[in-house]
T-cell receptor, first 115, second 114 residues
């Protein structure tokens, strides 16, 4: 059974600071997604990482994937209040029998950025 | 291009009742996956439908069932509702090519069971 662990689960940081959210997973996969969720809302896709060594950046967020270590990171640079949200990583696991693909999510990291 | 839509937005039911949630997939997509997100948790996979057949299922009891229609829209049915069924239900559509199929999420249906 695929397990996806995120840490930290809660992160309170000041504006202007840098921090990294970690996502470890337990089985081989070369597809990993990062999502943002605002309270009461659905999931907003941030990054799709499709290969070992993939790095993607959008604004103050940068995501990377190391498939050998089964680790992805989401790095926040010079945080601003608007980044306050819950961030999820999700690993795409393909069934060996049916070939169908589904997402296994971490528990999420609640990020609170304060002045 | 129309995105994924879900109805209703919110729903309140009582224990023991039955509920049907609806999802319209994004134009051109042939696969719908359903997820349950309890408060404070990550979404959990319920099942997936591909070309009107259940293509895979997570660890949910049989009282969770679904359908996919020829236009690829989908329904999630839950019988004998329990308090723990209170959650945000998300559907996601994708185009299954068995190589890479990014899932696009709808806005969700918030179900409250009293």
């Amino acid at each position: 059974e695929l397990k996806v662990e995120q840490n930290p689960l809660f992160l309170s940081m000041q504006e202007g600071k840098n921090y990294t959210i970690y996502c470890n997973y337990s089985t081989t996969s070369d597809r990993l997604y990062w999502y943002r969720q605002d309270p009461g809302k659905s999931l907003e896709s941030l990054f799709v990482l499709l290969s070992n060594g993939a790095v993607k950046q959008e604004g103050r967020l940068m995501a990377s994937l190391d498939t050998k270590a089964r680790l992805s990171t989401l790095h926040i640079t010079a945080a601003v209040h608007d980044l306050s949200a819950t961030y999820f990583c999700a690993v795409d696991a393909r069934s060996m029998n049916s070939g169908y693909s589904t997402l296994t999510f971490g528990k999420g990291t609640m990020l609170l950025v304060s002045p | 291009e129309t995105g994924v839509t879900q109805s209703p937005t919110h729903l309140i039911k009582t224990r023991g009742q039955q509920v049907t949630l609806r999802c319209s997939s994004q134009s051109g997509h042939n696969t719908v996956s359903w997820y349950q997100q309890a408060l404070g948790q990550g979404p959990q996979f319920i099942f997936q439908y591909y070309r009107e057949e259940e293509n895979g299922r997570g660890n949910f009891p049989p009282r969770f069932s679904g359908l996919q229609f020829p236009n690829y829209s989908s329904e999630l049915n839950v019988n004998a509702l329990e308090l723990d069924d209170s959650a945000l239900y998300l559907c996601a559509s994708s185009l299954s090519d068995r190589v890479f199929n990014e899932q696009f999420f709808g806005p969700g249906t918030r179900l409250t069971v009293l």
